[in-house]
Structure formats: structure tokens, C-alpha cells
């Protein structure tokens, strides 16, 4: 496999070697793409979520994508490939640009896959990512290709929270109350004696409450810096909301037995690309920001609402 170009004074920077990607879901809000296309592979303009997710991977200056797969999903691997016959022909034919395309991902990070045999939820999934870490790996992020969080670099900002409070550090983002029943939910408290306010103390975490019996509006997004003692508090863990071996249960664990957990509360942007509505919107967000295609995706999203107005306004005088 290829290994990182990115310069070896800058890896590690933050003291994270591995990312884990859980990807073995079934995708099954996006059917039906998702027969045959997993939705990790799904373009946001022209890339794939798991290469913004390598990509954000590398800037951290991880070196390891440990890509948790289900048995008939090898194709997000695939993706890491070399194509040498791609690249051969479009060398030949002067793309050039085309060519830095193709080689992109696997120049970014190396990934190793990781199958995970039966879906048994996200905290087995990320238990299975043990076997992958060296021994002097005291911590490691998870990053769910689902969540796009922008801009990037939380994960950087969780690791120097790491520096300075030591154990487990996640991210959390505020959420009207009636849509907690979507995330782990935590219960958290001020930190005395830090000189900022977007970091809590974390004292409980439940996974998609009712939101009655929610103990915060701040939810779990999709960035996890967790220190190994998760891989014991895995392996104690029933299964839990859903028949599921959930990671919320097991950082709950660690906290009742006293291991130091944090949020950095991340005030940023974020895209949900796991469901059509998410996905669409950060199509159009990424799409906007593009150089080539913004100026003109701009004019025509004006020229679709305008005529979808008309369309409204001549419907209701019918
Ligand atoms: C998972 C986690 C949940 C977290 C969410 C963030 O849920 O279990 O705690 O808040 O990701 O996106 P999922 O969205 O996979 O159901």
C-alpha cells in the first residue's frame, strides 16, 4: 500500500497515529443507491465522503485509516487503490489534473481494513479497531464518515483539551431538544480554572434519549478522541439501545469509573451526509465553494426557486 506523503516531521503532531472509520453500515436511508454504491463512495461534488474523511485524517496528521468494513463492502478500500491502467491512459492523454485526482487518496493516508463480520453497532465496531494499534498508541480518533465537521481541524483542537486534561475528549454540538432522540446525549458541567468556555466536563452520556429524559441539548457529533482504556470499557458493555453494543454505553462506563471525558463544544458548521436531506445540503454548501462550479450552481439554484415559486403561487390560484 502507499504510504503518507505527507513530510514525517508533521506526522503525529497531535499524538494521533490511527483513525478509526466505522463503514460497514448498510446504508439504508440512501437505498437505492446504496445496492451496489456505498454511501461512504457517494460524491460531495467529486469526492467521496471517505476521502474528505482521509483528507481530515492526514491534516491531523494520523498516518493510519483503519477502515472498519462489513464482508461485501470492499469497494471503500478500493478506493485507496492505485489504477495504474487509469493513470496510464490519462498520463498518456496529458490529464494531468485528472492524474492527481486518481492518486489523491492513496497518497493522503495508508488504509488498512478492519471486517467487521455481523453489525453489532458502532462500540464493536470500534472495539475491532484494537488489533490495529501499536502498543505506544495511548489514544486514537474515530471519525464517522457520516458527519462532515466543519470547518476541519476539530480534532486537532480535541487533542491539545487531551494535552492539557488527559483522557477522553469527543465533540459535542447544540441541538434543539426534540432532536436529541438522533445522538448520545451528554450530561455535562463547567471545568473550573480553564481559560475557556467551549470546554465541559462530561458526567454521563446516554444514547438517543427520548427528549424528555434527555440530560442536555449538547449531542455527540462524529469526532471521538479516545484513550485506550475504551478497548477494556468495549469489552464490559451489554448490548444496548437498538440490541446494539453502543460506544455511547461504553464511554459512559469509563465515567462512572472515573476516567477524566470532555466535549469541546464545536461552534462550526456540520453536514449529516448519512440520509438524502443531509447529503443534499452539503452538496450544495461544498458545491457553492467550489471555484468551478459555485458561480454557476449559484444561478441556477436562484433560476430552480424561482420557477418552483411560480409553480406554487399558479398551483394555489388553480
Ligand atoms: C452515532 C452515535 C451517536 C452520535 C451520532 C453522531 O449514531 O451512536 O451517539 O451522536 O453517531 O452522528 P448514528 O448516527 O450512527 O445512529
Redesign the pocket.
Known sequence: MVISMISPNRQHTHGVKTVVVPAA?MGTRFLPATKTVPKELLPVVDTPGIELIAEEAAQLGATRLAVITAPNKQEVLAHFGEFPLLVETLTERGKDEQVAKVKRAGELIQPIAVEQERPLG?GHAVGLAESVLDEDEDAFAVM?P??LVLPMGAVEEMAKVRAELGGTVLCAIEVPREETY???VFEIEEVSGLDRDDVKRVRGMV??PDPEDAPSNY????RYLLDRAIFDALRRIKPGKGGEL???DAIALLIEEGHPVHVLVHHGGRH?L?NPGGYIKACVDFGLRDPKYGPSLRGAIEEILVNFDAEKAARAAE
Open positions: 453500515g458502532l464517522l457520516d458527519d438522533n445522538y448520545g444514547e438517543k449531542v455527540a457529533t462524529g453502543q460506544l455511547t449529516d448519512g
